[in-house]
């Protein structure tokens, strides 16, 4: 049996998005952001061959995430438009006022405000991915629907124009040593700031859900080989607001590994405000069976670690990574 390369696959929701379009880009070109040096930090302390990171603004041009994969020492990158900030034109949170951050497809004060992005030590095949992101909620499978009083919230036209994605769900294919392998990407909406009709709670637990349904062939289809499911799912499997079941059911499917990393804060991923919402474990790595699992972790260091006041610098949130290996004759594509 030939010897097995060791992966390191990693997500991170960065926290990097700023208040404006081109501020992220202006920022990392000054070179003296402090929670940008933070992050960059970070990443070479991780050192993962393949990054899925949230927080970061997408801008037309790619040159923000150019930068930030050169400074981070990556060889390719990739992103794709998020939905964050696009335009809708209609009401999609009820208050009656058009042009708002939560009339966007996704939260957003400006198209790509908090967008996601891959960075990889390994070629990506960019031509070859598949975005899921313009799927409609609507024609999800067994969607849980929004509705007051048994109408649909916040309109029948809103919702039937609704994208399923908050930020995006992306299947890509990564050429690794031991062969192709996909990269089963998202980051889904809090299930919080909403109302009675519980929007953001179900829009949560189906972004979480359609990744079962691409495995069960519902939509999409599933890779033809090994893959792994990484990004922030907002959502603890036991504590903090949401459908719980959304989570604890992709956590328990028998094609995925069910990893439980941790760091000083247990199995938790980011430190939110105590006592409400508190320490959760909101962001993931599963890895399906193909794979042997090395190891895992999250990279929450104690508060007496050199590294600590650089990780809370960074974000809320930590890093979470696996190792993994996958024997040449058991590889992708």
Do not use: C
Not at 68 to 83: D, E
Not at 126 to 142: F, I, Q, R, T, Y
Not at 200 to 228: C, M, T, Y
Not at 287 to 298: A, C, E, K, L
């Amino acid at each position: 049996m030939a010897q097995a390369d060791t992966l390191r696959i990693a997500t991170y929701n960065t926290e990097l998005q700023r208040d404006g379009p081109g501020l992220f880009l202006r920022d990392l070109a000054r070179g003296e952001d402090d929670q940008i040096a933070a992050v960059l930090a970070v990443l070479a302390h991780a050192d993962a061959d393949v990054l899925a990171l949230q927080g970061i603004d997408y801008d037309l041009t790619g040159e923000a995430l150019n930068r930030l994969a050169k400074a981070a020492g990556y060889p390719h990158h990739f992103a794709l438009r998020p939905n964050t900030g696009m335009p809708t034109g209609l009401d999609m949170d009820g208050d009656g006022r058009l042009g708002g951050p939560r009339d966007a497809q996704g939260y957003g004060r400006f198209s790509g405000q908090g967008g996601m992005a891959i960075l990889s030590r390994f070629p990506i095949r960019a031509n070859d991915v598949e975005d899921l992101s313009s799927l409609l909620w609507v024609n999800l499978p067994d969607a849980l629907r929004p509705e007051v009083n048994g109408a649909a919230f916040p309109s029948e036209q809103a919702l039937a124009a609704q994208r399923l994605s908050t930020t995006g769900h992306w299947i890509i294919p990564i050429d690794a040593p031991a062969g192709t392998f996909h990269l089963m990407t998202f980051h889904a909406s809090p299930p919080v700031f909403d109302g009675p009709e519980d929007r953001n709670g179900k829009r949560n637990h189906d972004e979480i859900k359609l990744w079962q349904h691409v495995l069960d062939g519902r939509v999409s289809a599933a890779p033809p080989g090994p893959f792994v499911v990484a990004g922030d799912a907002n959502l603890d499997p036991d504590d903090g607001s949401g459908l719980h079941d959304a989570i604890r059911n992709l956590l328990a499917d028998q094609r995925l590994v069910n990893l439980s990393p941790r760091g000083h804060a247990g199995t938790d991923t980011v430190d939110w405000d105590d006592p409400i919402p508190g320490d959760l474990r909101v962001s993931y790595v599963l890895p399906s069976t193909h794979w042997r699992v090395v190891d895992s972790g999250v990279l929450w260091p104690a508060p007496d670690d050199a590294l600590a006041d650089t990780v809370a610098t960074a974000s809320r949130h930590r890093l979470v990574w696996t190792d993994l290996t996958l024997d040449p004759a058991d590889g992708g594509e």
